[in-house]
């Protein structure tokens, strides 16, 4: 996959070369700024977050580099952890940070927008509000929406990062939250980074210590949704609730 666009006339030929020696149209934080974002390659953009490049290369031939050993693929790029970045040859660690905040704010900004969606209507609804916070990382994380009659959104909150068992998750916080929000119903969230949908022994009896707490302050578990990218799987819809 080529990510330079066109008017890129003469990049190829001196990506070796320090960009401050480059004339002032092609460097790209000039480019940017005269003809915007959008005018810019993949690589362009990456290298102006980059800042420099090395001895050897300018910032944007590291940052070809880097689209290269991801695959081309910016989700990929936007999934690698800060110690994977720096495996690769001209990435230290302030190169790294720099990359994944960057992506940080990218997710936290498609957050902010589906914050706009308060109202959960289906298993969709949930895995669209989820996404932006599970889709893209590497370790498992445990969120719980707390939602009421009308099953509008009151608040989500994460419980657990790293691994998913009762000792992980603080089931009376759950409740003492639920309470206080006056949430008449969960959904309980967590991703499976493997990719293999299916609920662990783990991931059943949590959901029914949970469930069993919460009855008794007439509060519902409505599901417990585990996602990995696009793909779901909701206790509800499988009979597990």
Not at 2 to 9: I, W
């Amino acid at each position: 996959m080529n990510d330079e666009l066109p008017q890129c006339q003469g990049l190829y030929l001196q990506n070796n070369l320090p960009i401050t020696s480059w004339s002032v149209s092609d460097r790209p934080r000039e480019k940017y700024i005269a003809n915007g974002p959008q005018n810019l390659g993949n690589a362009e953009l990456l290298a102006i977050l980059l800042r420099t490049g090395t001895a050897k290369e300018s910032a944007v031939s590291l940052a070809q580099r880097l689209l290269k050993a991801s695959g081309n693929s910016l989700n990929r790029l936007s999934e690698m952890s800060v110690e994977e970045l720096t495996r690769i040859n001209g990435i230290g660690h302030a190169k790294a940070v720099a990359l994944h905040a960057a992506f940080e704010l990218g997710r936290r900004r498609r957050a902010e927008l589906v914050e706009d969606q308060k109202v959960i209507h289906s298993v969709c609804d949930v895995v669209e509000f989820m996404q932006c916070r599970l889709a893209e990382i590497s370790h498992e994380e445990f969120w719980v929406i707390f939602i009421n009659n009308a099953s509008v959104i009151l608040k989500s909150q994460r419980f657990s990062s790293g691994g998913l068992t009762s000792t992980t998750v603080d089931v009376r916080m759950i409740i003492k939250i639920a309470i206080e929000l006056f949430a008449t119903g969960l959904i309980l969230c967590h991703n499976h980074p493997s990719g293999n949908l299916k609920p662990s022994h783990e991931d059943i009896a949590l959901t029914q210590q949970i469930r069993k707490a919460a009855q008794f302050f007439n509060i519902d578990v409505r599901d417990h949704v585990i996602l990995h990218g696009d793909n779901s799987f909701s206790f509800y819809e499988e009979g597990l609730l």
